[in-house]
T-cell receptor, first 112, second 109 residues
């Protein structure tokens, strides 16, 4: 158990819908990262927050957004969902913005 | 173009064999991590190397950081079916954290 929690574990929805994925970092970690992993792609970095502020941006679509709240938990919002958004979404946390990351168990999103 | 290239991409070996996985880049990294991921689960941190030339051992796994801090290798001795998984290297350079392309290892009993 890495100490990072993600909810929900599974999510099934339809195209065009909007979903919110939630992540709670390890106690004491200030940085949260979001990744997307699909079968034909590796681990794709989406976005990083550090102590409530956006720190780095990767291949995140405009339909996706995220935020980190004062209690340091983070949410990833995915809107206007498409079939191709079906993937595993991982959250990771680290002590600060450059340390090794600890991953949550992931949310499996299926868009039908 | 990936900043961290791993080779081989796929590896299937018999139980008891030795293997080496490589992680290469043209960039210098402040530190480099190795993770192992099993299907449907999040990557699990195995080790962090920080100093050029550093060698770390974790039971049958040996990790080495290149002298120039641009590459790393993971050597597994006497592989076991439990070693099966996706091995990912990752490193921090500049203000960003990058993951490698991954090596999928299958150890056949």
């Amino acid at each position: 158990d890495s100490g990072v929690t993600q909810t929900p574990k599974h999510l099934i929805t339809a195209t065009g819908q909007r979903v919110t994925l939630r992540c709670s970092p390890r106690s004491g970690d200030l940085s949260v990262y979001w990744y997307q992993q699909s079968l034909d792609q590796g681990l794709q970095f989406l976005i990083q927050y550090y102590n409530g502020e956006e720190r780095a941006k990767g291949n995140i679509l405009e339909r996706f957004s995220a935020q980190q709240f004062p209690d340091l938990h983070s949410e990833l919002n995915l809107s206007s969902l498409e079939l191709g958004d079906s993937a595993l979404y991982f959250c990771a946390s680290s002590r600060d913005h450059i340390n090794e990351q600890f991953f949550g168990p992931g949310t499996r999103l299926t868009v039908l | 173009t990936q900043l961290l290239e791993q080779s081989p991409q796929f590896l299937s070996i018999q139980e008891g064999e030795n293997l080496t996985v490589y992680c290469n880049s043209s960039s210098v990294f402040s530190s480099l991590q190795w993770y192992r991921q099993e299907p449907g689960e999040g990557p699990v941190l195995l080790v962090t190397v920080v100093t050029g030339g550093e060698v770390k051992k974790l039971k049958r796994l040996t990790f080495q950081f290149g002298d120039a801090r641009k590459d790393s290798s993971l050597h597994i001795t006497a592989a076991q079916p439990g070693d099966t998984g996706l091995y990912l290297c990752a490193g921090h350079t500049g203000n960003q954290f990058y993951f490698g392309t991954g090596t999928s290892l299958t150890v056949i009993p």
